[in-house]
C-alpha cells in the first residue's frame, strides 16, 4: 500500500472527479491553507456547523442519538465553547476509487490551537461530503473559519482491491449530502 503524490491526486481529481472542487496548489495568503501538496490534500471546512449544547440535558448515546444534543450554526466563523465539540462538513465532495483508502488527519495551525479534528477513514467507493469531528480541548472559545483549511486527506491505494467495496456493503454515510449525525441500522 503506498501513499500517493501530488502528480497522483491531481490526476484522480481533474480526469475522475475524486475531489469537486479541486483546488491545484496550495491557497495560503491570509487564510488557513488548503488545496493540493505534496502528499495529500487540504480540505475546507464549509459555513455549516451543529455545536453540542447541554440546553436540553440530552444523553449522548451512538445508537439513540437525539439531534437536539446540537445546536446549528452558519457563518463564516463558528465559535466552538471550551472543552466543547462540533460537526460539520467539508466544503469537497469525494469519490473514493476502490482500491484506495484514505485517512484524514488535522492540520497543524488548528493543532497547535488545541482544536483536533477526527474523521475516520473513507473507505473504498464511499462518496460524500465528508462530516468532520472538530474538538476544542482548550479551556477558551475557539473560532472555526468557514471556507478555509481544516484538515489533510492522504490517499493510499492497496496491493490489491477488496473484495467488498462501502459502497457494496450499503454503508450507512454513503453519499453524505450534508453533516450527518451518528447513525446505527
Not at 451512538?62 to 466544503?91: Q, T, Y
Not at 479534528?117 to 472559545?141: F, Q
Amino acid at each position: 500500500m503506498g501513499l500517493k503524490s501530488d502528480r497522483w491526486i491531481r490526476e484522480m481529481a481533474l480526469k475522475h472527479r475524486m475531489i469537486e472542487p479541486f483546488e491545484e496548489s496550495q491557497v495560503r495568503p491570509g487564510v488557513i491553507s488548503y488545496g493540493l501538496s505534496s502528499y495529500g490534500y487540504d480540505i475546507r471546512v464549509a459555513d455549516e456547523f451543529k455545536v453540542f449544547t447541554d440546553v436540553y440535558s440530552t444523553i449522548v448515546d451512538p445508537k439513540n442519538f437525539d439531534p437536539r444534543s446540537f445546536v446549528d450554526v452558519r457563518g463564516e466563523v463558528c465559535v466552538i465553547p471550551p472543552n466543547s465539540f462540533a460537526l460539520a462538513r467539508s466544503v469537497e465532495y469525494f469519490r473514493i476509487p476502490r482500491n484506495v483508502l484514505v485517512v484524514c488527519v488535522g492540520k497543524s495551525t488548528y493543532a497547535r490551537c488545541g482544536i483536533i479534528v477526527n474523521v475516520t477513514p473513507l473507505e473504498p467507493e464511499w462518496e460524500g461530503y465528508l462530516t468532520l469531528e472538530i474538538s476544542n480541548t482548550t479551556p477558551l472559545p475557539a473560532k472555526i473559519y468557514a471556507y478555509e483549511g481544516i484538515a489533510q486527506v492522504l490517499f493510499f491505494e492497496a496491493d490489491e482491491v477488496c473484495e467488498r467495496s462501502y459502497k457494496e456493503r450499503g454503508g450507512r454515510y454513503q453519499n453524505q449530502q450534508g453533516i450527518t449525525i451518528p447513525q446505527v441500522r
